[in-house]
């Protein structure tokens, strides 16, 4: 008896969306910002600067950002919102502080980085691989079938991932220690206004 089996084709539900964008401009405005940073250990608690809200001091820079986040979510996503910033700090990692640090950003929705260097490279795991007790390795791996993925922005990009993504810093290319302090700059994002509905509703 003949088959009559016909692939009909394949849903990807539930995905992690990463978002890149290109602000080159950015980088001029934020380098003199970081500058400061550079030479004052003060202004460091372990290797992130210790103002969490270093753009409310830099208003322009950071509606730039917000107009970034709210071009994705609002437009692209058709989330029905409005977008705020809540945090936003400098990043450093140095040669002696690549080691396991995989963590989720609380309290937020969204998160963003800022590449204002090059050579800065960041590793996402699937969130969902952690729900699976069975491992089966595919022959060729690609983004459906991948339990992480590794980002190299260029100098000037930027990326936006959902804030409860597990992501780390990983080393360069030739898996070597970078042989500069690594630079970026962080930030989070919530809704602002009315969301939800009925009894499960909140105005942020």
């Known amino acids: 008896m003949v088959s009559t089996m016909k692939y009909v084709g394949t849903d990807s539900i539930f995905?992690?969306?990463?978002?890149?964008?290109?602000l080159?401009?950015?980088?001029d405005?934020?380098?003199?910002?970081?500058?400061?940073?550079?030479?004052?250990?003060?202004?460091?608690?372990?290797?992130?600067?210790e103002n969490c809200y270093l753009l409310n001091n830099h208003k322009e820079i950071q509606q730039k950002l917000i107009d970034v986040a709210h071009d994705f979510l609002?437009?692209?996503?058709?989330?029905?919102?409005?977008?705020?910033m809540t945090t936003s700090w400098f990043t450093r990692t140095r040669n002696k502080d690549?080691?396991?640090?995989?963590?989720?950003?609380?309290?937020s929705w969204w998160s963003g980085v800022y590449y204002f260097q090059d050579?800065?490279?960041?590793?996402?795991?699937?969130?969902?691989?952690?729900?699976?007790?069975?491992?089966?390795?595919p022959k060729d791996f690609s983004l459906n079938t991948t339990e992480l993925a590794t980002y190299r922005p260029?100098?000037?990009?930027?990326?936006?991932?959902?804030?409860?993504t597990p992501h780390m810093v990983i080393k360069n290319e030739n898996k070597k220690q970078y042989t500069h302090t690594?630079?970026?700059l962080a930030f989070n994002f919530m809704p602002k206004g009315k969301i939800g509905h009925y009894d499960s509703h909140w105005e942020f």
């Open 154 to 164: 260029k100098k000037g990009e930027l990326l936006l991932f959902p804030s409860q």
């Open 15 to 22: 995905a992690t969306h990463i978002a890149k964008y290109s």
């Open 24 to 27: 080159p401009e950015l980088i």
């Open 74 to 84: 609002v437009k692209r996503l058709n989330y029905d919102c409005n977008v705020q």
């Open 29 to 49: 405005e934020i380098t003199p910002i970081h500058k400061d940073y550079i030479t004052d250990e003060s202004l460091w608690f372990a290797n992130q600067s």
């Open 119 to 137: 050579e800065c490279a960041i590793q996402f795991d699937n969130v969902l691989a952690q729900f699976s007790s069975i491992k089966v390795l």
């Open 182 to 184: 690594r630079s970026s």
């Open 98 to 107: 690549y080691q396991k640090n995989k963590h989720t950003h609380h309290n």
